[in-house]
């Protein structure tokens, strides 16, 4: 079946970490590339980091980069996200992503099949 399959996420002090994991399964397991977005209240979604599939290559949304890292593990076919440095800001429903034909990275457009959403809440 071709679905990703995301970790719940959860609440965090502000300056505190948390991962995300993404498994991926059917086609979308061999996914060009994987990315990860969220959704805060009243918010559109946005992009916060992708991993492409060929060479390793990494985007970041400015907001995240030098505090979340992306990661792949082919092995498990699992993606994940490291949150670092957490602040009250990152609080939102992040969504994991895969686009099977297009190595993308922040287009929401390019991806093609989409996780659930999990919840992550950083308090003050």
């Known amino acids: 079946q071709d679905q990703l399959a995301e970790s719940v996420g959860g609440l965090v002090q502000a300056g505190g970490s948390l991962r995300l994991s993404c498994a991926a399964s059917g086609r979308t397991a061999s996914a060009a590339a994987m990315g990860w977005f969220r959704q805060a209240p009243g918010k559109e979604r946005e992009f916060v980091a992708a991993i492409r599939s060929g060479n390793g290559r990494t985007y970041y949304a400015d907001s995240v980069k030098g505090r979340f890292t992306i990661s792949r593990d082919n092995a498990d076919n699992t993606v994940y996200l490291q949150m670092n440095s957490l602040k009250p800001e990152d609080t939102a429903i992040y969504y994991c992503?895969?686009?099977?034909?297009?190595?993308?990275?922040?287009?929401?457009?390019?991806?093609?099949?989409w996780g659930q959403g999990t919840q992550v809440t950083v308090s003050s």
């Open positions: 992503a895969a686009a099977i034909g297009v190595a993308a990275a922040a287009n929401s457009q390019a991806y093609d099949y």
